[in-house]
């Protein structure tokens, strides 16, 4: 017994450590993942995000520098009252926010940097750099921001902003900290233009300290610099575009009808996108988000939805033309009105008598075009079958639905369809005819586009039956590809003899017509003007306002270079304000220069902010004057 | 002749000793590698200086095995009283480190008396047992005994350096193996395990459960040994009480709160908790493995302090994982049990003596050290022998361990 209890123990012992290694080692997995935790640590590494260029090559958006004065509040010894009111001028803030910060920091992490100040630019960071020695633990950390080389656009490029919590949530790629695109351009190409960013893996030590790389570096990644794009747009018709739309509110896009590439896309009121970068940032950015009368975020051209007006009869013309139900030379007499059965006749008015088909649209006559909408309509032995076949005649345009443009925010408009009127008439207990949607034929009523479809059509006429989807991107940088589907050609419904008679009508808005007083030496415009009636709610009673003001029209009439819409609110008729804003803009395009200068003056000269008051004045107030 | 005797000497062993100082080495180089300074030769280093060491210790080890093995014997009084000063000069000429006056700084090194001492006691204690004279069974012989061994252990807890001290229980095993009552061990054990017993579930079911114990023993015995029993209970009881007393009074917060984070009773991964949770974290974090050599996440960051002394087997679990850590505890258990074995076939009662006290100490060092680290006893600081870095602690052992590979094989020429 005494020789062997002694190694008995040692036996009984060794098998009870043999099970705790065990335990720890093999049963136990909750050590490898503390372990991970406290002693790697993934720093990233974030690339250059991609610059922006127009079409002509010229630089838009590149990247800056901007300064952070971070503090590692271990590290501070405490101030002097004198260095200290020196340091807060420094920083331009006061002491008690000094305080403030500091004491927040300290709260977050002794040793790992907080945010004191950010975004000092170049020229406060020479400032600042030459001083920062004398205040212990601070220093300087320069990020990138962007640099816009224009004061247009901002509704194109978009923005970029700090990433929250649901996106996060939503993809893995990004961290609490990271910049993502937020609105148009930045956030359609996102990750074309952000690159992809770098991961260290650092070895950490008890203290939090880095103290070299985690496994020599094998997890590591190496950034990729984000690629640079270009942009459709040309910058100085956009800018000029945002100049003529100073003080009125609506939309201008222009764009090239061969290719569908977006040569100018304003929406007005506007802002310049270099208030959304630096320290003033969140407190211009809160200040446009709040602005719900005027609505500078609101991109009229892609979210805006309007009843297109008489621009509308160009389609009503075509599908009339295609169903058979007119030709060209057929002459309809109109008697100043169009009785359709409602309680009062749909007016007109005064023109010549009778007229074919490019005299109705050159004479914009109500009675011509609400005739074949009905004939086409009622070509088919039930108003539902000639509402759906007329929509989708329509839906060949890019009507009703998303365009498929590369920008991100975007509305469908309505092209009404049976089911909608089923509904809206309680389809089979009451019964509907098409004499009940007939302000469909002239872009009123229940139809409503965006001004981007209002270009799309319009493009597809100047092209007698085409088009390219809408796009802003002309090349990804060192690839040349863009996406398949703005390379595709899609074909209206429509057979290409039909586009004449239209483009001729067109032509003659310009030449003879309502759109005579935009005429331009040597550009043969071919338009259509548009007076879109249109209602807002007082205190809960529907209110009409001041007409829109619409144009549509491409150039030149062979071979168009330039096909345009234009909306301006409450602007009243068509070529008011439209017709000559358009006209500019196309002389600015195809020219170069403006040889209209008293048209230029003025649209420069005038200002609807007057009648933009009027709803919000509180008094009864007289429109369309 | 050294090299004719070599042959004599229990290879087995000296394989095991190399094999340990070696992996020691490996893991110390690991736990304070720096990729700042590598160069090799810097005697700055941790594992420079470890390697020196080594060296110097295969000098000792020629110098022990050189002596004739009857000088151990004869000298053995000499060395203990030469070890009993040292470690008494320590309170007029010792240096401070950490809280602890144990080493004795000559020109840039630092010497620990306290590990030689164990070597000399060990001699002593045979030396003494194996007198023909001696009879352990009576009380008189017993107690010279035990002062034999607890007075440098008294020494050493005045240093303070408690943890150092408790390896002196371990010389008691070799008592019992010559003859000593077995009633001193029961009686140890007793006293350890109704402490911890006090400690996780208090007094008053500590009381409960031993009268229910000695209920049933002196209801299935005979009635005359009523009184004895009693005396135990009210011993056992009256203990119990006292360890609570002592616990909460005598005791300081940081002993208390080292038994409370092993009971588990206090959660603590930040201050005195911080070194037993992080020595988990990385033993844990090897799995079946390890991270391989240098590869250790928690080593580089030095998360565990004390790593290449009295953590070291931290970085062993970490960077050679469960199979790496068994091999090296196996290694220690065939070191223990070879010991044991040589000592029972020994000619002379000294050297039985000697090799078991060897044995002994090893044991308690390794389960300590290994318990330690590994969170199952509370925090001792005393090394794992052949393993931790320092000079003092590898020379102690290596001298322990080669007088007895030199009494061996001098029992080994007489057969």
């Known amino acids: ?625 | 002749m050294l090299i004719a005797k070599g042959s004599k000497y229990d290879w087995p062993t000296i394989f095991i000793y190399i094999m340990l100082v070696t992996a020691g080495w490996v893991n110390i180089y690991s736990a304070s590698f720096n990729e700042a300074s590598l160069s090799f030769f810097d005697v700055k280093q941790v594992y420079t200086k470890q390697l020196m060491f080594i060296c110097l210790s295969a000098l000792l080890i020629v110098f022990i095995l050189a002596i004739e093995s009857k000088f151990y014997e004869r000298f053995s009084s000499v060395i203990y009283l030469v070890a009993l000063f040292s470690l008494l000069g320590l309170f007029f000429f010792g240096k401070n480190i950490n809280g602890a006056t144990s080493w004795y700084a000559i020109g840039g090194f630092t010497i620990q008396p306290s590990e030689f001492a164990k070597v000399a006691t060990a001699l002593a204690l045979a030396k003494y047992v194996s007198d023909i004279q001696i009879d352990l069974t009576t009380y008189q012989d017993q107690l010279k005994s035990l002062i034999i061994i607890f007075l440098p252990a008294i020494f050493i807890i005045l240093q303070p350096d408690p943890g150092s001290a408790l390896v002196y229980l371990a010389l008691i095993f070799p008592l019992y193996r010559e003859g000593l009552h077995g009633m001193y061990l029961s009686f140890g054990f007793i006293v350890a395990a109704l402490f911890v017993a006090t400690l996780a579930f208090g007094t008053i079911w500590i009381s409960l459960i031993v009268l229910l114990i000695i209920g049933i023993l002196v209801f299935k015995t005979k009635k005359k040994s009523i009184v004895k029993y009693g005396v135990l209970a009210v011993a056992c009881i009256g203990f119990s009480i006292s360890v609570n007393f002592i616990f909460e009074n005598v005791l300081e917060q940081r002993h208390r709160d080292r038994f409370n984070i092993v009971l588990g009773k206090q959660v603590d991964t930040k201050s005195i908790g911080y070194n037993t949770n992080q020595s988990e974290i990385a033993i844990g974090s090897g799995g079946w493995t390890g991270k391989g050599w240098l590869q250790g996440t928690q080593t580089k960051g030095k998360f565990v302090p004390e790593q290449d002394t009295d953590y070291i087997f931290s970085t062993v679990g970490e960077e050679w994982g469960f199979i790496g850590s068994m091999g090296v505890v196996l290694l220690f258990l065939t070191l223990i049990i070879r010991l044991l074995i040589l000592s029972e076939r020994q000619k002379s009662q000294f050297s039985r003596i000697y090799g078991y006290s060897v044995a002994s100490i090893l044991f308690f060092h390794f389960f300590i050290n290994i318990g330690m680290v590994s969170g199952l006893l509370p925090t001792i600081g005393i090394p794992l022998p052949f393993f931790s870095y320092g000079g003092s602690g590898l020379w102690g052992f290596t001298i322990l361990l080669f007088i007895f590979i030199r009494l061996d094989a001098s029992n080994y020429i007489n057969h």
């Open chain 1, 1 to 625: 017994m005494r020789k062997y209890l002694f190694f008995l123990l040692v036996v009984f012992t060794g098998l009870i450590i043999s099970a705790r290694l065990f335990y720890l080692q093999v049963l136990d997995t909750s050590s490898q993942i503390s372990s991970q935790n406290n002693a790697v640590k993934k720093v990233f590494d974030y690339p250059q995000r991609g610059f922006i260029f127009d079409r002509n090559g010229e630089l838009l958006v590149s990247n800056q520098p901007s300064y952070d004065v971070m503090v590692i509040p271990k590290n501070v010894d405490s101030l002097t009252p004198d260095l200290k009111s020196e340091f807060c001028e420094l920083l331009k803030i006061t002491e008690e926010k000094y305080d403030k910060i500091l004491k927040k920091a300290i709260i977050y992490s002794p040793r790992l940097p907080s945010v004191v100040v950010s975004q000092f630019t170049k020229d406060e960071y020479a400032f600042l750099s030459e001083k920062m020695w004398k205040y212990k633990g601070f220093y300087i950390q320069k990020r990138s921001l962007r640099e816009y080389q224009v004061s247009n656009a901002a509704n194109v490029f978009g923005y970029i902003a700090e990433v929250n919590k649901t996106i996060i949530d939503k993809n893995p790629y990004y961290q609490m900290g990271d910049l993502i695109g937020k609105a148009g351009v930045e956030m359609e190409y996102e990750e074309i233009l952000r690159g992809k960013k770098g991961v260290k893996h650092l070895q950490m030590d008890r203290f939090n300290r880095e103290i070299g790389s985690y496994q020599e570096g094998v997890f590591d990644t190496v950034p990729i610099n984000g690629k640079d794009i270009t942009l459709t747009i040309d910058s100085r018709l956009q800018e000029y575009g945002e100049k003529l739309l100073i003080n009125k509110r609506g939309g201008i896009v222009a764009l090239e009808p061969s290719t569908g590439e977006i040569l100018a896309l304003v929406s007005a009121p506007n802002y310049d996108p270099k208030i959304l970068v630096g320290r003033e940032r969140s407190k211009n950015f809160t200040k446009l988000w709040y602005d719900t009368i005027s609505r500078p975020l609101f991109d009229r051209v892609l979210q805006g939805e309007y009843p297109p007006g008489s621009p509308f009869k160009t389609l009503t013309a075509l599908i009339g033309m295609q169903e058979g139900v007119v030709q060209k030379n057929e002459k309809l007499i109109c008697q100043g009105s169009y009785n359709y059965g409602g309680k009062k006749k749909l007016g007109c008015h005064l023109h010549k008598t009778p007229l074919n088909l490019s005299e109705g649209l050159a004479n914009s006559c109500n009675t011509y075009f609400c005739k074949i909408y009905k004939r086409t309509i009622e070509k088919f032995s039930s108003p539902q079958e000639g509402i759906d076949n007329w929509r989708y005649h329509l839906a060949s345009f890019g009507l009703g639905n998303y365009i498929g443009y590369d920008l991100p925010p975007g509305k469908k408009g309505l092209i009404p369809s049976s089911d909608f009127y089923n509904r809206w008439y309680q389809y089979p207990k009451y019964k509907w005819y098409a004499s009940a949607t007939i302000s469909n034929a002239i872009g009123q009523g229940e139809v409503i586009l965006t001004p981007m479809q209002m270009v799309n059509f319009t493009a597809a006429i100047a092209n007698r039956g085409w088009y390219y989807k809408p796009h802003i991107i002309k090349k990804i940088n060192s690839v040349d590809t863009i996406p398949s589907k703005y390379t595709n050609r899609y074909n209206t419904t429509i057979e290409k003899q039909y586009f004449e008679p239209v483009i001729e009508g067109m032509f003659e808005v310009y030449n003879e017509g309502t759109a005579k007083n935009i005429q331009i030496p040597g550009v043969e415009i071919c338009g259509k003007t548009g007076t879109a009636e249109n209602y807002t709610k007082i205190d809960g009673k529907r209110v009409q306002l001041t007409d829109h003001s619409i144009f549509v029209a491409f150039a030149p009439k062979e071979n168009p270079k330039i096909a345009i819409a234009v909306i301006i609110e409450n602007g009243y008729w068509g070529s008011r304000w439209a017709g000559r804003i358009a006209g500019l803009m196309i002389e600015k395009y195809l020219k170069g220069e403006i040889t209209r200068t008293d048209m230029e003056n003025f649209v420069l000269n005038g200002s609807l902010l007057e009648e933009y008051k009027k709803p919000y004045s509180g008094k009864p107030f007289k429109i369309n004057y």
